[in-house]
């Protein structure tokens, strides 16, 4: 004989057992009482919406394209409504009905209860509260997260408060936590449930650990670190190259559980009689979130507004409500077809870059010693070209068999044992053969002495050291080469990249300076330079002579007679210091910006690995961030240009 | 004194003064009482050659068309481009891939002799613009709400986002994601994504944000499996000018 069913009366913060016919009957009668929005399957994904049937709710998702706050913010409401003139007080408009939203995933709990706090606590928002007042949350917890998902991470894949009810499909049926008096009353008035058995409670602590180890994507450091760690990298170059493809299309805050921004209109009738004053989604990562009246954008570069809505995520949200500002959805990344905006993406991109300051910072006593810093590897002279009386080009082979593993730009140090040693920017590209190019004017004691190096002759080198060219930046796009003189020894290792990888760029336009005919450089290949159909090549000198054909002047008459595409060109100069400045100016007036001027600096430098001080430039150390720089990085360096 | 308002046409298919008052009947009389409507070939014969503000239908392809449209700069105090010809140069520009000849060849055959032709362009290649009503067909609540402002002494309120913003508001699933290709992360918004909502994609019709990142857009069409031609095909349809003159 079965024990007699003992009708259990639902009590909150208990959870119980419900078939899944019970929960048919729950949902059922909740659709007689009101509205009831739920999950769907929509065009192969979930979306949230209207529901009519038991049937067409859909309890194992991974994701819904929006999330359900929009139930609680819709994209567009009445505010108030007036009529123009002002003689009348604007009469206030709250649209809430009674509604149940069914299927919500803790996150979006999570999310919620964020969105309870900015908008019921400090300046509580009537419509906000009104709607949220007449709403039922029918959670589930969710056992198959998105691919994009990193909840667990975030806390947030479970949630302990913030519904009516919380549902777990324990395959047998569903276990379901009240979390409120009303969920407590729905349950008694629509269904049936009963308390658990012990191993209805092992299976229910089970799925849900078996649901957390799905997570493919967390966050590498603790969450608690987050504010600071956003606070430490507010200027690492992350927000600027991360943000390089961000198309500004706003995908990533419209899909968010956890944004509120909203922007205010007033619309009026054809009449222009009536009006009324609208609130509709907005969100800082669109263009125009922070410009005023008169033009001025405040966040106006795409890596500041990105930049922004990750620090809303991580920091500021977080500061200001005690809330964290990201549950974990994936929807952002999944929303973003330039596939950037997943903030545990640029949390742990930046959590890596601090950590590897600290690390540096900290090595201390600790520290393994690099025993190789300053101990140059042996290279052989295999080839020594002269290009003027001052000024030859040398071909060396590390004897190690190795290849030199240089970025275009790159330097290295270059010593002859007992003179000394001198920084050398490296002139060939990584590109060609097994060896490497120095070009190198004589002038010091070093150049003097590798100068006087016949074929065979060993010297010694360090590195190769410095950033190099942004390789990743300029692909794809408009070159415009303009070497000055020498400044053609280190521009020539990316002509040679760009010219072996040409269909990697759009058009290519290279200038050439000298001071005067007897001074041009690598005669053979300015030659074919200026045969080659891929590129524009023009050349200039600045004072000619008798067998001189070509332009004279200085380089930059040579800027008005090209044809650049401002918006899709970066401009990468090296020349001597006085160079700079004016083609600076020349270039502005063609329209580039200054994060669109590349440019390599020359200083002392005596280490290559920033300790010896010598490159520093106000707080920059040249062998260290540079020698490779954009204008924008520059112009405001006192000494650098 | 109600402004005066007039419209006139130029190269396209007239369907946007078709569609510029498609209102409800009390609409038409309210907009009746705030303006006079004094030039609209589509409704009324009279003409008149005292007006303030001109609407501009259509796209500027003939020489003869210059003129005329600087005439109507000149006694117009606000200039409004109508539609996707008037404010992009729209599928009109499609023939600026052709020489004129051939462009005249193949259209009026062998009386091309009769007909100058000039390459296609959109109103502000001419004249100054003072606002835009986008879209082909434009919104009727757009052109609406661009008199409404005018009205009321304020900037009429158009978007400078791109079309996903509307798109996301509406709920919809991203047409990438449809296996379909799309325009809508460079295109104005305005349309309240209303291609794509009814289960299309968005051509582009209402043109480019300001500052839009085409680099970005192109390599995602290219992701998304189109070919280098297609992904100029794709923004030639309404973007032809935007694009030739970059």
Redesign the interface.
Known sequence: MTPKKEKVLPEVNKTFVMTKRSLKSLVEGLIKDMEVVGVKSKQGKYVYDKIASFEELCLDYDVTVTPPTKYLRPAKETLLKFILGGKSKAEPVIEAIPRAIIGVHPYDIKAIELLDTVFMSANPDPNYIARRQNTIIIGVDCLNPSPKSFASSMGTNLAETGFDLLLTDIGTGYMVTVGSEKGAELLAKHAQVREPRGNEIAKHKAVRDEASAKYKLSLNVPRERLPKLLEESYEDPYWESRSETCLSCGSCVMVCPTCFCFDVKDEVALNLKDGERLRQWDGCLLVDFARVATGENFRHTKASRFRHRIFRKGKYVLERYGRIGCVGCGRCAIACLAEIASPVEAFNAIAKSVQAKEAALSRGREAKPETELYIPRLAELVKVNELTPREKVFEFRLQDGQALGQRPGQFVEVSVMGIGEAPISISSSPTRDGTFQLAIRKVGDVTNALHNLKKGDIVGIRGPFGNGFPLETLEGKNILFVAGGIGLFPLRSLIQYVLDRRSSYGKVILLFGARSPAERLFLDELAAWSKNPQIEFHETVDVGDESWKGNVGVITTLIPKVDIDPKKTLAVIVGPPIMYRFVIVELKKRGLTDENIIMSLERRMKCGVGKCGHCQINGVYVCQEGPVFTYAQLRNLREAV | MKPKVAFFDFTGCEGCQLDALNLDAG?VI??L??VDIVNFREVKTERADDYDIAFIEGSISRESEIPRLQKIRAQAKIVIALGACAGIGGINCLKNHLSMDEARQIVYGKDAKYYDTIPARPVNAVVTVDYYVRGCPPVTAEL??VI?AL??GKKP?IP???V??EC???????V???GMTCL???IRAGCDAICVTSGRRCWGCRGL?????L???K??LKKYGLTVEQVVEKFKIYNTYAEVT?
């Open positions: 609409e309210d907009l009482n705030a609406v709400k409404k009205l009321l309120d400078n986002y791109p996903c913003v996301k508001m509406a709920g919809n699933v991203c990438f994601e449809r809508g992360p460079v944000v300001n500052d839009p990142n680099d970005s857009e390599d995602i970059k």
